[in-house]
């Protein structure tokens, strides 16, 4: 048998299936053709998600951007989705080394205080990846539906107080874990180690990590929020453009050239939003699917079941990444200040030559006037 899952193996970011364990029952061959397309496709797309996101933050903190109500979060976004994207080429490479090199991954030489700490820092994390695009989505309404009254929360202090206390309860929800982790040897045969639930905390630690933290605050929430505000801006969009086509003359014409602008800043972070559904539906798609077999199947069943889908699960943890390093193209594509400014951080600027011939001139008149 090329591969067998252990009792702790992760099915998404850490949720324990008790389930695959067995000592009277053997699980097949797991295809590894899902594996190989999620480890040697993890590096390209982390490297090339970093690079955009160090662009994409030096873009926004450029003096015409960092006005802008939404850069802030942007630039809070990038630097929680280069984490992501470090923790997920770290968690690939130890997943290979104990699963196919047999070796101990690179969580061996951890102790419990380290493992508590890094499994509470990638949860909080990835929850302010998830929640960081739902305050984009706040944002853009207040912004589109109320765009000339002055919010607290659309200003630089607003946006860095609206950061701060969203990372002070990502933090609170995943207290848990610095309770329930351990680093626990997992493999007797081979005396691996790593960061996983103590064995009397596992059948709740399971569940608030797969129900509470992986589908209600990854999942669920977040994307109602983010159907009903961009909603309620395409609305508003459509709503107002209808208005400027039955409206000729010019002060509703100059507002209508503004209401653009601020659409087409509205458009590039609606994107965004929507590509956070599209590359995590796959994989939230077929842990629902793992999990009602579960409930409802027999144990073999389930155990099929996982094996069949392991592939396409792999393939969509790699899909999954494409949210944490697709943003950079999303904006060089729908954003032309964006652009702009991008390729003056490319220029050398050239000086500025000062022009003296009418100082000179006035002081030659002065001096034969006198």
Known sequence: MDYMPDENESWINGSNLTFLSSDDFQLPVIPKWGFWIKFLSTPLIVIVGIVGNLLSFLVMKTKPLRRKSYSHYLCALAVFDTLTLIIRQVESVDEYLVSYEKTKGVFQHFDDGSCKLFNFAVHVITLMCSW???IMAVERVIAVC?????????????????????????????????????H??????????????????????????????????????PIVFIIICNSIVLFHIFKVRKDL?????????????????????????????????????????????????IKIGSLETARNTYVALKPFVDVSVSISLLNYSGNFFIYILSGKRFRYELLKLFRKSKPVKRCSTARSTREELFRYGS
């Open 132 to 134: 960081l695009v739902v």
């Open 146 to 182: 109320f765009p000339f009254k002055k919010v607290y929360f659309r200003k630089e202090i607003g946006a860095a107080a609206a950061i701060s206390l969203l990372f002070l309860i990502a933090c609170l929800t995943q207290s848990f874990r610095i309770v329930m982790v351990e």
């Open 184 to 221: 626990i040897v997992y493999d007797d045969r081979n005396n691996i180690r790593d960061c996983l639930a103590a064995k009397e905390y596992l059948n709740l630690y399971t569940s608030l990590d797969v129900y509470f933290y992986l589908w209600t605050l990854v999942f669920v929430l």
């Open 245 to 293: 086509v039955n409206e000729e003359n010019y002060l509703t014409y100059r507002n209508g050239r503004a209401r653009e602008r601020r659409q087409k800043s509205t458009a590039m972070l609606l994107i965004v939003t929507f590509m956070y559904i599209l590359t995590l539906f796959p994989l939230f798609t077929l842990s629902l699917i793992v999990d009602i077999t």
